[in-house]
Nanobody
Framework: QLQLVQSGGGLVQPGGSLRLSCAASGSIFSINVMGWYRQAPGKERELVATITSGDGTNYADSVKGRFTISRDNDKNTNYLQLNGQKPEETAVYHC?????????????WGQGSLVSVSS
């Protein structure tokens, strides 16, 4: 079964940090772009960060300088380091990835991780 499995969500204090992981499994030939979205209560889902197969990165303006996205190709995994968390950033985070499988490029989504920023 082709899937993305997320881990690392939970409670973090304002100003604190945590790391989210997104591991791809299944019969995958290669992974192109990987990224993270988040959706806060009462708001639409927004793109937080992306990383390409060449390690090029892009971030939302609101997280630049605080968040870092990276990838480990040997593990088919990408990570989102969340530093300097703010209370208003409580949200459900979803990872996504474009996977090359049997000559087809497929977009796959993780199950979601809740990041709760609270003292």
């Amino acid at each position: 079964q082709l899937q993305l499995v997320q881990s690392g969500g939970g409670l973090v204090q304002p100003g604190g940090s945590l790391r989210l992981s997104c591991a791809a499994s299944g019969s995958i030939f290669s992974i192109n772009v990987m990224g993270w979205y988040r959706q806060a209560p009462g708001k639409e889902r927004e793109l937080v960060a992306t990383i390409t197969s060449g390690d090029g990165t892009n971030y939302a303006d609101s997280v630049k300088g605080r968040f870092t996205i990276s990838r480990d190709n040997d593990k088919n995994t990408n990570y989102l380091q969340l530093n300097g968390q703010k209370p208003e950033e409580t949200a459900v985070y979803h990872c996504s990835a474009d996977l090359l499988v049997e000559e087809n490029l497929l977009e796959v989504w993780g199950q979601g991780s809740l990041v709760s920023v609270s003292s």
